[in-house]
């Protein structure tokens, strides 16, 4: 069977933008699952990258098909959040339309989501050392090393209180994303 894109809707945001809601990813086989769901987000998980200071494309990429199973989940289709933010207020993260299913942060699409994960870590100080490592990264022209920045965002509570086992999870979805598709 060949893969098979994930369904986009096109909506218009409440700001009057435009944006694309995405559906659930129907494939089963993983190297059709992983490179749908890059195909799909690839275009905003720059746009991600590009706002928080270079953190490696690898690692959003990993990170939001992990939180979401490749785009399998239901709740992160219903509140077009593929990372699981948490909902703290109507301007953190940025973007956000409120609270969704389950306290999670919701947004009106993937280009919404993008631009709010990016904002998360940069408005959030727990997240000061990732951004104080990406900066310095900018500044002196070096390529962030996205291991190191998936343990400063283990380290600063994305994933929960047990850190270390975030941190080995977010290794384990930059491995299935180099595994299964590529960038």
């Known amino acids: 069977m060949a ?4 369904p986009t809707t096109k909506v218009t ?3 009057g933008t435009t944006d694309y809601s995405v559906g659930i990813n129907s494939n ?13 987000f690839k ?8 706002t928080c200071h270079g953190l490696p494309l690898k690692l959003i990429l990993a990170q939001w098909g992990g939180e979401c199973g490749w785009a399998t989940g239901s709740t992160q289709k219903s509140n077009q959040n593929f990372s699981n933010m948490v909902y703290t207020s109507s301007t953190n993260p940025v973007g956000n339309i409120g609270s969704g ?8 699409g993937r280009y919404k989501h993008a ?3 990016a904002y998360f870590f940069i408005n959030n100080s727990r997240y000061a050392s990732l951004i104080g490592y990406l900066q310095y990264c900018e500044t002196s022209h070096a390529t962030p090393d996205a291991d190191t920045c998936a343990r400063n965002i283990a380290d600063a509570g ?5 850190h270390d086992a975030y ?17």
């Open 3 to 6: 893969k098979t894109a994930i």
């Open 13 to 15: 945001c409440k700001d």
């Open 28 to 40: 089963t086989n993983a190297d059709d699952k992983v490179q749908a769901f890059v195909d799909c």
């Open 43 to 50: 275009g905003v998980a720059n746009n991600a990258s590009s």
């Open 101 to 108: 299913l389950s306290g999670w942060a919701k947004f009106e």
């Open 115 to 117: 631009i709010g994960y």
């Open 158 to 162: 994305f994933g929960g209180s047990d």
């Open 167 to 183: 941190y080995s999870s977010l290794v384990s979805w930059m491995k299935t994303l180099a595994n299964h598709a590529t960038i």
